[in-house]
């Protein structure tokens, strides 16, 4: 997929026996030499700090946040060897008054952003200040984002030339041939060599305990003796394992959309369930799309919408839209209605101008970005996805096994399935050792009580994680947005959600149970076919569509 796969397996079905790691590759320890490598990385990060300085241009951050680099280890077995950077951005509490009722809201200290992915920059998260929603928490606090090990601008890791990254207009079949098949299998083996190539020996230490190391770190030099942090799909993964690593360190965590962290769903199963999951998503658009027909023409039953999207297909694959847009890029955008129900409109209105002789929105959609900039950003974002997920955990190195337990369920969900496969196959074929995953438990009184956040029908991160993880954290409370998809809660349009947020982040209040919320209101039809516009600054998984 095109941005962050976090995905729990769900039901019988999918079970598949997993390959164990190669022989002699043991994976880097969790234990007691990395445990003293942070103590000493964040001694050093406490006595330094953050300097100030200009922030990344494109960001678009407001005027008053400030950005300085941390230096961590790149194995923190060994403080004292080769060291990375993480680049850190830092919008300080505005203290303001903003129900301007004469009580300027107390500052609290740092909130600490990680979006997900892995392979995604939370840097923009300054932004979040200038959204209603968010205004209470950045009066209280200082938001602070970064980009994590090996995402650009911190040292970043590259798999492939970006030049060849975007691929040209190509099929997207759901039920492949063996000769499509075997060409994705070498294309991964490729790219996964790419990988080592490119990044070398480092390649083995990006993985999801070093970003949790590299949190502590960041804990430290902002001068924070317990950390308040609000992690989204990947990040709540990042945030249990901080959680299980450094449970005296913690202050307040908000998780939003969870990823399952049960050692056995890292990450083959996860995929599986995710790909399950996106099909009840697929349909949710159709059906959407179905009941304004009257604004769209795709039809009137979600079966003569999927007929619709078919009719484009085909005629892509004839004729590209723009000489960009083929098969698989009208596939990848519209993967993103799975993720948020606001690109509903504007997929639907593209679509539908298309096959009444319009490519001009579906073009502007789902073409992919011009310039070497952004070639390089997705380059590296998907190095930076594929490292983490390869290195976490087992995989099966045999392709048999995922042809298998694809074809099953491609019988079924045939719409997503393939395209993940192609994503996460390089980890077939990955050369750096694997790790054998935490199992995230805390005991009662070992961690402050958790925030949960999750939609009832979130694909990406199916709510079945959600209530994993409550199981695993004692004291943890869960949020349910009922009857909703949406890939990311916090800061968006549910006012009860942001209630929910807002009583814990200010006041340290949580239900005494789990607690529920009326779904958010689906969206309205958009009756001009026109590219959607820029994404609100708001710090959902999945960039949404302004309302």
């Known amino acids: 997929m095109r941005t962050a796969v976090i995905r729990p397996a769900v039901g019988a079905l999918l079970l598949t026996a997993l390959a164990v790691p190669p022989a002699g590759a043991a994976p880097e320890g969790t234990g007691a030499a990395e445990a003293r490598g942070t103590a000493v990385a964040a001694a050093r990060a406490a006595a330094t700090g953050l300097a100030d300085g200009d922030c990344p241009e494109g960001e678009g951050l407001p005027a008053a946040a400030r950005c300085g680099t941390l230096t961590v280890p790149l194995d923190y077995a060994d403080p004292d060897g080769e060291q990375i950077r993480i680049v850190v951005s830092r919008l300080p509490a505005t203290g303001e008054d903003p129900d301007g009722d004469g009580r300027p809201v107390p500052r609290q200290g740092a909130l600490v952003f ?14 979040a200040a200038e959204a209603p929603a968010w205004r209470r928490i950045a009066a209280a606090y200082d938001l602070v984002g970064y980009a994590p090990r090996g995402v650009a601008p ?27 098949k075997r060409e994705r299998a070498a294309e991964a083996a490729s790219y996964a060599r790419g990988c080592a190539e490119r990044t070398g020996e480092a390649l083995r230490h990006y993985h999801s305990p070093n970003n949790a190391r590299d949190l502590d770190v960041l804990r430290a030099a902002l001068g924070e003796e317990r950390l308040t942090f609000l992690g989204a799909s ?52 159709k059906t959407w799309t179905a009941a304004h027909d009257d604004v769209y023409g795709l039809g009137d039953t979600p079966g003569k919408v999927q007929a619709a999207y078919e009719r484009a297909s085909e005629r892509l694959s004839a004729r590209p839209a723009g000489g960009t847009v083929g098969p698989a890029q009208l596939h990848g955008a519209f993967l993103d209605t799975g993720y948020h129900d606001g690109y509903w409109p504007y997929r639907a209105a593209a679509l539908s101008a298309y096959l009444k002789g319009d490519p001009g929105p579906l073009t502007g959609q789902a073409a992919p970005p011009g310039g070497p900039a952004a070639a390089g950003a997705a380059e590296n974002g998907a190095a930076v996805y594929t490292a983490v997920e390869c290195n976490d955990a087992p995989w099966p190195t045999d392709f048999r096994v995922w042809d298998r337990d ?21 980890c077939a074929y990955w050369p750096a050792p694997r790790q054998r995953p935490l199992d995230v438990r805390t005991l009662p009184g070992e961690l402050p009580p958790v925030l949960l ?10 709510y079945a994680g959600a209530r994993e993880l409550r199981r695993r954290l004692s004291g943890s409370v869960l949020v349910t947005e009922r009857g909703a998809g949406t ?26 149970r789990d607690a529920s919320c009326a779904p958010r209101p689906e969206p309205r039809p958009v009756t001009a076919p026109a590219p959607e516009p820029a994404s609100e600054p708001v710090p959902v998984p999945e960039p949404a569509p302004a309302a």
């Not at 956040?453 to 199916?462: C, I, K, R, S, V």
């Not at 890939?487 to 005494?512: D, Q, T």
Request: one cysteine or more; a positive charge.
């Open 453 to 462: 956040l999750a939609a009832e029908h979130d694909a990406a991160t199916p």
């Open 234 to 285: 990947y990040g709540t993964y990042l945030g249990a394992l901080y959680a299980e690593l450094f449970p005296s360190h913690v202050r307040r965590m908000v998780f939003d959309s969870v990823v399952n962290p049960a050692p056995g769903r890292l990450w083959y199963r996860n995929n599986l369930g995710q790909s399950a999951a996106f099909e009840d998503r697929w349909t949710a658009f």
């Open 406 to 426: 694809n074809t099953l369920l491609a019988r079924t969900a045939p719409f997503e399935t393939w395209d993940n496969v192609w994503t996460n196959l390089p």
């Open 114 to 127: 990680n979006p997900g992915g892995p392979g995604g920059s939370g840097l923009s998260f300054p932004r």
């Open 154 to 180: 911190s040292t970043a890791v590259s798999c492939q030339d970006p030049r060849h990254f975007f691929k040209g207009p190509r099929p997207a079949p759901t039920h492949p041939s063996p000769a499509v």
């Open 487 to 512: 890939h990311g809660i916090s800061g968006g349009p549910n006012a009860c959600a942001n209630a929910y947020l807002e009583a814990y982040l200010l006041r340290g209040r949580l239900p005494a």
